[in-house]
């Protein structure tokens, strides 16, 4: 979204409630959340009253936006002020609220779209690797890489990319998430790690590249998700180290970020944050 664009947005509690509005309803006619009912009853204080069941709600009743206080400016702000990856630090001190909170709206927005994820399997030829993030020394693979977060990875040519924290990198678990994320018989790159050995044997046409002579073999190759790999940890390192806890927000954040590189963030975002929050 273009700066003059936005500047309009938060003029106001009201302009900032109409495009609010506007990207909950996309179009444009409200209806009930509560039993889809489309004859809906706006009441003098801006709320609406549902005529089949009665249901009164506000325009984002329900949604992620609504599970805080902050107003909707500053809302409007704290998501431009994400979509540009300021710190939730820095966010604090340029919104004009406390860490705490910018913490938690920018924790908000990454539940959001974590949320939203549409659940899809690759069934183009894809790139599976693992690697290792935080910790403070260097390490081998596996069990060497000590107080580091192992991460599995898949990337389509020429698409998306899936990533999931592992509790491993067995033959067994590679394999598991591979299954999860990959359709059988797709052809599948990876480098020599012995943990993909089973992919051939499990319906899986499976090329490999010696990383210890050369980085490519023609088609054979992991340089996309080698790429991933070093712009996540670049993103990450300026938050100057995440919780276990906290970890896999982020590192989903790097993912949808990747995937999306090329559209408007910030109204994704806005998309992400006035859809309704899951009961389950």
């Not at 549409?118 to 790139?127: C, D, P």
């Not at 910030?266 to 859809?275: G, R, Y």
Request: with cysteine; proline share 3%; charged share 25%.
């Amino acid at each position: 979204m273009r700066v003059k664009a936005f500047e309009s947005l938060v003029r106001s509690e009201n302009s900032a409630l109409r495009h609010l509005r506007r990207a909950r309803y996309k179009k444009g006619r409200v209806f009930c959340h509560a039993c889809n009912g489309r004859i809906v009853y706006r009441l003098a204080e801006g709320r609406y009253r549902c005529a089949r069941c009665r249901h009164t709600f506000g325009p984002l009743t329900g949604t992620w936006i609504a599970q805080s206080r902050v107003g909707l400016t500053t809302w409007l702000w704290l998501v431009k002020l994400f979509e540009l990856e300021v710190t939730a630090h820095q966010a604090a001190l340029q919104a004009g609220v406390s860490y705490p909170t910018a913490l938690r709206v920018f924790t908000t927005i990454r539940r959001a779209i974590l949320a939203g994820e549409e659940l899809s399997v690759f069934r183009r030829e894809v790139e599976a690797d693992e690697s290792y993030f935080g910790g403070r020394r260097k390490g081998p693979r596996g069990r060497g890489a000590a107080g580091k977060v192992p991460v599995f990875g898949i990337l389509e040519r020429h698409g998306r990319v899936k990533v999931t924290v592992v509790p491993n990198v067995t033959a067994r678990t590679l394999l598991n998430e591979t299954v999860k994320m990959v359709k059988r018989g797709t052809l599948v790159y990876t480098d020599k790690f012995g943990g993909y050995d089973a992919l051939a044997f499990c319906g899986y046409r499976h090329l490999k590249v010696d990383h210890g002579k050369r980085f490519a073999r023609g088609r054979v190759h992991i340089n996309g998700l080698e790429g991933f790999w070093s712009y996540a940890k670049g993103k990450l390192y300026k938050h100057h180290g995440v919780s276990p806890e906290k970890f896999p927000l982020y590192l989903y954040e790097m993912q949808f970020r990747y995937n999306h590189r090329r559209e408007d963030l910030f109204e994704m975002f806005l998309d992400a944050l006035v859809k309704p929050v899951p009961t389950v």
